[in-house]
């Protein structure tokens, strides 16, 4: 059974994680629509992704008879400078979440949570896997700075981001 803090701050977090879908999602249409389809496939696979880690955690809520309160989610920002842009909000984005999961482990493990603690485990190991994706790209689109072919080569190996095992399970 989750404490009534415990149960506040997950729920927390499933807005954090949506909010950060909806984010990836207005990069997508961004990128999208100047013809980076490859990125904004990249970007769309990356917001199923965080719309997924939001359900887990909904799922856990009520796996151990707490109440989801689902919180507003805030307009994302449409128009971005450049690539480098979205990819540095993206980053920004991910190191967010992680801060987040951080506090909410150690929130879990200062109660003595140790179930929530352990569910919070698999978030924690996938978060360092985000941050280093995210700084991946953004390094890449650093190295061909604006050129079109360095541009145009990175938005096919975008392209090619295949949708996780997670992701194809919940069609």
Known sequence: M????????L????????????????????????????????????????????????????????TIHLLPVKAA??????????????????????SLLDDLANFASSIKDNTTFTFLQWFLTEQVEEISVATEVLDKIKLVSESGEGKYLLDREM???QETNQTNQSK
């Open 2 to 9: 989750l404490t009534p803090q415990m149960e506040e701050r």
């Open 11 to 66: 729920n927390k977090q499933i807005n954090a994680e949506i909010q950060s879908a909806y984010k990836y999602l207005a990069m997508s249409a961004y990128c999208k629509c100047k013809s980076l389809n490859g990125f904004g496939h990249w970007l769309f696979v990356q917001a199923q992704e965080e719309l997924l880690h939001g359900m887990k955690i909904y799922d856990y809520i009520v796996q151990q008879g707490g």
């Open 77 to 98: 920002k449409a128009d971005y400078a450049s690539l480098g842009e979205v990819f540095k909000t993206a980053l920004e984005a991910e190191l967010e979440i992680g």
């Open 159 to 161: 392209a090619l981001r």
